[in-house]
């Protein structure tokens, strides 16, 4: 597997199932982006009042690129900024009611969205693909990359 071709066909099979699944999810219709707004919601959740350059670097990308984003979820009052009180510079981050809301009925269609999709791969097919995906992420989030 470790070949240029069959690198090249991984590429390949990463490009079409990502356009699968996002051709599934019900936003997507609407709003190419709606993924990315909605991992980007995930990651402000689950964390403790991020601040931008956190979800700059959750999300792999700039600084200004984030600001961008972010402020296209605080104009659909999706989320809250918060002026930090030890450091006027900084601006935490939530989720506002409206926000978690839309997140938990995007979670539960996106779940049956991907179940959809995935429904005919085996289960045990499914497992290994998750395992290797997992190990992935482990390994370029410990070395920075």
Excluded at 92 to 112: N, V, Y
């Amino acid at each position: 597997m470790r070949d240029k071709a069959s690198f090249e066909e991984l590429s390949t099979l990463f490009f079409s199932v990502r356009q699968v699944v996002r051709a599934n999810l019900p936003e997507a219709q609407s709003d190419p982006n709606a993924w990315l707004h909605f991992e980007t919601m995930k990651f402000i959740a689950s964390s403790e009042a991020p601040t931008m350059r956190e979800v700059a670097a959750h999300l792999r990308i700039t600084a200004p690129s984030a600001t961008s984003l972010v402020n296209h979820l605080v104009a659909r009052k999706f989320v809250r900024q918060t002026v930090c009180a030890t450091d006027k510079r900084i601006k935490r981050l939530s989720l506002t009611t409206l926000g978690k809301r839309r997140l938990s009925e995007h979670c539960a269609r996106s779940t049956e969205a991907l179940r959809r999709v995935f429904s005919r791969v085996p289960h045990g097919e499914l497992e290994a693909l998750a395992r290797a995906l997992r190990r992935v992420r482990a390994v370029h989030s410990s070395d920075g990359q």
